[in-house]
């Protein structure tokens, strides 16, 4: 199994930046990569970005392209969620998953089977 755990949300106004991190445990190795989901109230769950564990390879959301950055830190098991220009529309829970099926697109959800209890983010206009 793999135990995630989300830190780093909080209140900010637009424009701002926040760092999420995103704690990985237990069996790591065994996922494909990690990403980040977010949730708005009354919304889908929405792919916002993932990074792969035995690749350097990234992959975004459209709807953050250019604004956000992930990255990880092997030593640490820590995957990194830098989030610049934040706008009103990104206040949502942010959530980090373990990929667990290799191959396939990091966008999609059902690839991935763990799930962290999610943090909160907050953009004020």
């Known amino acids: 199994q793999v135990q995630l755990v989300e830190s780093g949300g909080g209140l900010v106004q637009a424009g701002g930046s926040l760092k999420l991190s995103c704690a990985a445990s237990g069996r790591t190795f065994s996922s494909d990569g990690i990403g980040w989901f977010r949730q708005a109230p009354g919304k889908e769950r929405e792919f916002v970005a993932a990074i792969g564990w035995s690749a350097s390879s990234t992959y975004y959301g459209d709807s953050v392209k250019g604004r956000f950055s992930i990255s990880r830190d092997n030593a640490k098991n820590t995957v990194y969620l830098q989030m610049n220009s934040l706008k009103p529309e990104d206040t949502a829970v942010y959530y980090c998953?373990?990929?667990?099926?290799?191959?396939?697109?990091?966008?999609?959800?059902?690839?991935?089977?763990?799930w962290g209890q999610g943090t909160q983010v907050t953009v004020s206009s």
């Open positions: 998953a373990a990929k667990v099926i290799y191959g396939g697109r990091y966008h999609s959800r059902e690839l991935y089977g763990y």
